[in-house]
């Protein structure tokens, strides 16, 4: 079998196991995501991810942008609540955005700084 | 000739799966073209190319979302494989996850609250309805996730995932320029505040760049989405029991 299709049907499975276990322990989580922890643990274990499940993630991380093209058309939908409060969301998206990017970014860099001085043969 | 039989044939296909997913392909490519032909300028990105050009589309054509979406679910749907798969890159990178622990859990925890209280809280000043203001709360978590949070939260599923595209968006285009001023270049920080701020569409950009600020951008989109899934419903339902 080609490795796409097997990659793809091994990610399936875990999303099938996620919803799962969300459904059955009533879980406030989504099933993805249920699925993208089950997944992590079993690689964990095995070690390192079989090539077909490279192939069939790295094929899906590369084309990520495309996928968020028909939520974003959702739009469409709420034109009105937008319009009428184009003012708090515009400010809320525009700054909070520019405020996390800085703020995640100087604080990983410094921690890393401080982090990798103390011990500076960690980086190899 | 008549029009007629163009006219009829036009009905029949924009009623169809069929059109909805080739009009989003086409508009992507479109967008794609654009995006590469000013160099990768983050500014012309894809995503905003593209939803312009279908929202314009259906506008003329008079067509409605839900009959868009009828053809575009086949490539929303994708969203949840790619989710599973982000386990991929995090199990790939979990060394250098667990050597550099403190500097990811502390970027994380201060990048997550500071997107989620800035967010809120300005929305909050400036008016917002309580529906917009649970649907802004998760913008930074990635769209599949953020409708998920969205309904725990009782906000409104849709438009959190409009919100979460739009900050998307708004961190890829802006990224660059807001890091350069706060002189960040470790690309490993560049790439993790790309993928918690603006989660995939970020991330796609921060692959684009450079490998290493890719890799920790999938990082921090993956780590992002989990924390977030668990914590904010837990955090609205105490919240909610304490007041």
Known sequence: ?124 | MSAQPLFELWVYLAATPLAGLTLTLVAYAAGWWCYARTGMHPLANPVLIAVALIVAALAAAGTSYRTYFDGAQFVHFLLGPAVVGLAVPLAREWRSVRRLAVPIAGALAAGSLVALVSAVGLAYALGASPATLLSLAPKSVTAPIAMGIAEKLSGLPALAAVFAVTTGILGAALGKYVLDACRVRDWRARGFALGLAAHGIGTARAFQVNPDAGAYAGLAFALHGLVAAILFPLGWWWLRSGA
Not at chain 1, 67 to 94: N, S
Not at chain 1, 112 to 117: D, I, L, N, W
């Open chain 1, 1 to 124: 079998m080609s490795p796409l299709v097997a990659g793809f049907t091994w990610l399936l499975l875990f999303q099938c196991a996620g919803e799962a276990v969300v459904q059955l322990a009533g879980l406030p989580v989504p099933g993805p995501v249920a699925g993208m922890a089950l997944l992590f643990a079993a690689l964990l274990v095995r070690g390192h991810a079989p090539s077909a499940l490279d192939v069939a993630a790295d094929g899906l991380a590369k084309h990520l942008s495309l996928l968020f093209v028909p939520a974003g058309v959702g739009v469409m939908l709420h034109v009105a609540r937008v319009a009428d409060e184009w003012v708090p969301i515009v400010v809320a998206l525009l700054v909070s955005t520019v405020l996390a990017i800085a703020v995640t970014a100087y604080v990983f860099q410094h921690l890393a700084q401080r982090h990798e001085s103390r011990d500076p043969g960690a980086e190899s």
